[in-house]
């Protein structure tokens, strides 16, 4: 008997390098950005004390070196000096932007070039979790061991902690098979993250607390098909 219940759907396509590149990217960029969020008001005390700084430091500069070792007394008003800098400022953020962009067609270039061809992907959708397999390697997943399930334009994408997974619009027969199966797989996801605690509280066994000089048994840790098993 199939632990995830009966079968949803069933799917079958082939993996585009293009598609899978992308997808790859967008998982490193994922799982390498900061999950902390950062307050704006540290930032605007240290810009506010980095100008007060700046203008006390010019001002000192004008007085104690530029006056009495180069006779210099007046200096170009601010207005000025931003209009002389800003096409260079400018043209640093174009030059940025530019090489920020050539890096990343070429990583994703190289990334294209060393993926396999004709790689078929078989996914079954069952009622608690999906079972994948790329190149003959299975996965199998249950529902709560997706932080997200996300039905998106041109996709079904399945987050998890240490993978990112889809399913492309083109492994479905039309456009709207793909957005009736697709908000179905959300569904099952959404009720089966929102029953695993209660079900988890309510099932586990209260333990004990052991007597005085007696040891402490060690259970064996239990099966959770959360994780991913390969064959």
């Known amino acids: 008997?199939?632990?995830?219940?009966a079968r949803v759907t069933q799917l079958s396509f082939k993996r585009m390098p293009q598609e899978h590149a992308d997808l790859m990217l967008r998982a490193g960029k994922l799982f390498l950005q900061s999950r902390s969020r950062r307050k704006p008001v540290p930032y605007l005390i240290g810009a506010v004390i980095f100008g007060m700084v700046?203008?006390?430091?010019?001002?000192?500069?004008?007085?104690?070196?530029?006056?009495?070792?180069?006779?210099i007394n007046a200096l170009p008003t601010i207005q000025v000096v931003a209009f002389e800098m800003l096409p260079v400022m400018l043209a640093i953020g174009a030059g940025a932007v530019i090489q920020r962009e050539i890096v990343r067609r070429g990583r994703r270039k190289r990334l294209i070039a060393s993926l396999a061809e004709n790689v078929m992907i078989d996914v079954d959708i069952?009622?608690?979790?999906?079972?994948?397999?790329?190149?003959?390697?299975?996965?199998?997943?249950s529902w709560p061991a997706f932080l997200d399930v996300q039905l998106e334009k041109n996709a079904i994408t399945f987050f998890r902690d240490d993978?990112?997974?889809?399913?492309?619009?083109?492994?479905?027969?039309d456009r709207k098979e793909f957005e009736l199966r697709g908000q179905e797989i959300v569904d099952l996801w959404?009720?089966?993250?929102?029953?695993?605690?209660?079900?988890?509280?309510?099932?586990?066994?209260a333990r004990k607390a052991p007597a005085r000089g007696e040891p402490v048994r060690k259970d064996p840790p239990p099966l959770d098909l959360g994780d991913e098993t390969r064959h």
């Open 1 to 5: 008997m199939n632990p995830f219940g």
């Open 54 to 71: 700046c203008g006390v430091g010019i001002e000192a500069f004008r007085q104690f070196v530029l006056a009495p070792y180069f006779g």
């Open 126 to 141: 069952y009622e608690r979790g999906m079972e994948t397999s790329i190149g003959g390697v299975f996965s199998y997943c």
């Open 163 to 173: 993978a990112l997974f889809s399913i492309p619009a083109r492994a479905f027969k």
């Open 190 to 205: 959404r009720r089966a993250k929102a029953a695993a605690r209660p079900e988890v509280a309510r099932t586990e066994p």
